[in-house]
């Protein structure tokens, strides 16, 4: 499975974007997805968990700074998903990568290394 982000780029505080990772080589349906984000300066081997759906899209869950403000979302259809996000801050400068985690289906692993396919990511940028 092959994952490709995009969406990002350079926004004001207050805005909004919508990341869409697009899956081929495979259907995503099966597999529990997820966004992380690596921000400037902070070294994580995968990243800072940020939101993730279940496969069977009954469950979601956010990291506590972007609750109320991200919604991730998945179109089986289309083989993608969707994070939304709004009222961005400076703090959420990050370059933000989807992956796909193909071991669970009706719950979430907050653990980047649990992730089984990785996109390349797509830069946000908020500026103050």
């Known amino acids: 499975v092959q994952l490709l982000e995009s969406g990002g780029g350079l926004v004001e505080a207050g805005d909004s974007l919508t990341l869409s990772c697009v899956g081929s080589?495979?259907?995503?349906?099966?597999?529990?997805m997820g966004w992380f984000r690596q921000a400037p300066g902070k070294e994580r081997e995968f990243g800072e968990f940020v939101a993730a759906i279940t496969a069977s899209g009954e469950k979601t869950s956010y990291m506590d700074s972007v609750k109320g403000r991200f919604t991730i979302s998945r179109d089986d259809v289309k083989d993608t998903v969707y994070l939304q996000m709004s009222s961005l801050k400076p703090e959420d400068t990050a370059v933000y990568y989807c992956?796909?985690?193909?071991?669970?289906?009706?719950?979430?692993?907050?653990?980047?290394?649990?992730?089984?396919?990785w996109g390349h990511g797509t830069q946000v940028t908020v500026s103050s």
């Open positions: 080589g495979g259907t995503l349906s099966r597999y529990t």
């Open positions: 992956a796909a985690d193909r071991q669970r289906y009706y719950s979430i692993s907050y653990y980047g290394h649990e992730y089984s396919y």
